[in-house]
């Protein structure tokens, strides 16, 4: 799916193909993966206006944060990625 929109003029293929590539990651713990691709998806959704993905985006980062730094960092990007989603009615 990254291939396939990572050349496509579509603005909203590739952010929402990272964030599914996260949640797989995310499913399989794989943390460095799933905020590399958060990240990403999350740079993307500010430059296009996405509010939907980068609330989505931001709640993964939260979780994928490393070890050291996750604490209360992570949970405050959980929180704070699902409270933008309900913001934007979703």
């Known amino acids: 799916m990254l291939t396939l929109f990572e050349g496509s003029s579509s603005p909203y293929g590739l952010p929402v193909a990272l964030l599914f590539a996260a949640i797989l990651h995310q499913f399989r713990r794989e943390e460095p993966l799933t905020l590399e691709r958060a990240e990403a998806a999350i740079t993307l959704s500010t430059a296009q206006g996405f509010p939907q993905l980068l609330a989505l985006g931001t709640a993964l980062r939260g979780w994928a ?24 009615g979703a």
Do not use: F, N
């Open 65 to 88: 944060l490393p070890e050291w730094q996750q604490g209360m960092t992570g949970v405050a990007q959980i929180q704070e990625g699902l409270a933008a989603w309900r913001a934007t």
